[in-house]
């Protein structure tokens, strides 16, 4: 039996993909990485906890948060994405962007991880497909600006399954290739903690439509309200077992803030299986 795989990563066992957010204004690490020299040693100190891909992000998405421009967006990205790419690193770039994505595509990164489903930017489809890049559709109900806002869901898993069905619909009838396809169920945007806990049981359903599945549930706000913790770096404990269970229901891909901790608690799970 073929071991399917996602951007050159085998999908023999869960994949942690690790959070390098340069950006000033993340919910959790915002501020913590704008110098590209400390992203740069933060993103390689996970490398060395066990992270199997690198996720860069130059532009907040929390609710309420802005855009930033182009520039500002590649000004923050690109020189973490080259230095992690040049070490042999696996690097997605989180960006809703054609240019970005185009510019760190050409500095190494390997995957797009855009959590609008390439929806945001009409260019973004069109670069995905010229470069074979393999892609990660994230579902997301309305924009950081409006909070997420949005109408009700009926059935939160199938909800989101029939609108990442639709957008890999469209990414291959434009000529993505299936394998290079991801679904994220985008914990926390626009999402009640009923609804997250769901989605991250649901896993296994948003698997069995043939795509690899990326849960991020690392620290967000729901965590918080679930156990009264309001700093987001103090989620870690709840938010490895929410990536184990995550694991455990189906999902391929984890990103998580504490890369070490993830990786322990995967390794006594896979012995316990």
Request: charged letters at 25%; hydrophobic letters at 45%.
């Amino acid at each position: 039996m073929t071991v399917p795989s996602f951007g050159g990563i085998l999908l023999d066992r869960p994949r942690v993909m690790a959070i390098v957010n340069v950006t000033p204004d993340s919910f959790s690490d915002g501020g913590e990485r704008l110098d590209p020299a400390q992203a740069l040693s933060d993103g390689l100190r996970f490398v060395s906890e066990g992270a199997d891909l690198v996720d860069v992000g130059g532009e907040s998405t929390r609710p309420g948060s802005r855009p930033v421009s182009v520039e500002e967006e590649l000004q923050r990205v690109l020189p973490v994405v080259e230095g992690l790419a040049r070490r042999g690193i696996a690097v997605s770039i989180d960006t809703r962007r054609a240019e970005v994505a185009r510019a760190c595509l050409d500095a190494g990164a390997r995957i797009v991880n855009d959590v609008a489903a390439l929806r945001d930017d009409p260019a973004l489809l069109p670069l995905v497909v010229q470069r074979g890049a393999p892609v990660v559709l994230m579902h997301r109900r309305g924009r950081s600006e409006d909070k997420y806002e949005g109408p009700a869901y009926r059935d939160v898993v199938e909800d989101v399954r029939d609108f990442l069905m639709a957008r890999a619909e469209a990414a291959e009838a434009a000529g993505v290739a299936h394998d290079r396809i991801a679904f994220d169920p985008g914990i926390g945007f626009g999402k009640s903690v009923e609804e997250n806990l769901a989605l991250i049981e649901g896993s296994g359903r948003l698997a069995a439509a043939g795509y690899p599945v990326l849960v991020g549930s690392s620290r967000k706000g729901f965590i918080g309200r679930l156990t009264g913790i309001a700093e987001p770096r103090r989620r870690d404990p709840a938010s490895v077992w929410l990536a184990v269970e995550a694991a455990r229901q189906g999902a391929s891909l984890l990103r998580v803030h504490d890369v070490a901790g993830t990786r322990q608690a995967l390794a006594v799970w896979a012995a316990m299986r």
